[in-house]
């Protein structure tokens, strides 16, 4: 069995996906709030003062502690519906349905978080999403994560656990795609490997591309 590995901001997608989730479920008002409790958490990681699981667990608290599982459900549906069609990108999701018509196994491995990537997952058709999962409690968000972020060393220690657990620790080949620094642990570890559509050379140092949450 051979397998695909997509990061999805900036990679199936345009562009970073979170910002807009929280914008189309908030509202402008309690979005710009937001951002602005988070300010200094998001300016520590952009300056490399903070990781980005500090300052993404801060936004996530802030914009999202005390939602209700429904009310999340029904912003999913709202982007994945309105909003998601036009941040695709093209040729990697021509890329993705030729592995499915190939009969690869593909999954999404991302550091954005499950409360939308699932359901993205599902419509796509992928067999697996990896992604930040957010803690829920009594029927609402408790605005923690559940497990790291995936980002990083983590995107290649949830794959291998994933593939782990199918029996699939030995693909037939391993393919990845991905387009910032936190996708080079999980370049690296395939046989075909591609950053921002382009083949992939295994030098960790190549590449330097700005920080992502």
């Excluded at 058709?125 to 790291?148: F, I, K, N, Y």
């Amino acid at each position: 069995m051979e397998v695909a590995a997509f990061d999805f901001d900036g990679t199936l997608t345009r562009r970073d996906t979170l910002l807009p989730y929280l914008q189309r479920g908030l509202g402008w008002p309690r979005f710009v709030g937001a951002l602005l409790l988070s300010g200094p958490w998001l300016a520590a990681f952009a300056l490399r003062l903070m990781s980005n699981h500090r300052a993404k667990a801060r936004l996530l608290s802030v914009a999202l502690a005390g939602r209700s599982d429904e009310e999340i459900a029904r912003w999913t549906a709202a982007f994945v519906q309105d909003d998601l069609p036009a941040q695709w990108q093209p040729d990697m999701l021509a890329r993705l349905r030729r592995h499915q018509q190939l009969g690869h196994c593909c999954v999404i491995v991302s550091a954005s978080p499950g409360i939308y990537l699932h359901e993205v997952g599902r419509v796509l058709g992928v067999q697996g999403v990896l992604c930040t999962e957010l803690a829920s409690r009594d029927g609402a968000l408790t605005g923690e994560m559940a497990t790291p972020n995936c980002h990083g060393q983590e995107k290649v220690r949830r794959l291998q656990d994933w593939l782990l657990a199918r029996g699939l620790q030995k693909p037939l080949a391993l393919h990845a795609y991905g387009d910032s620094s936190g996708d080079v642990p999980l370049l690296n570890l395939a046989d075909y490997a591609h950053y921002q559509g382009q083949p992939w050379v295994r030098k960790p140092s190549a590449h330097r591309a700005a920080p992502r949450a």
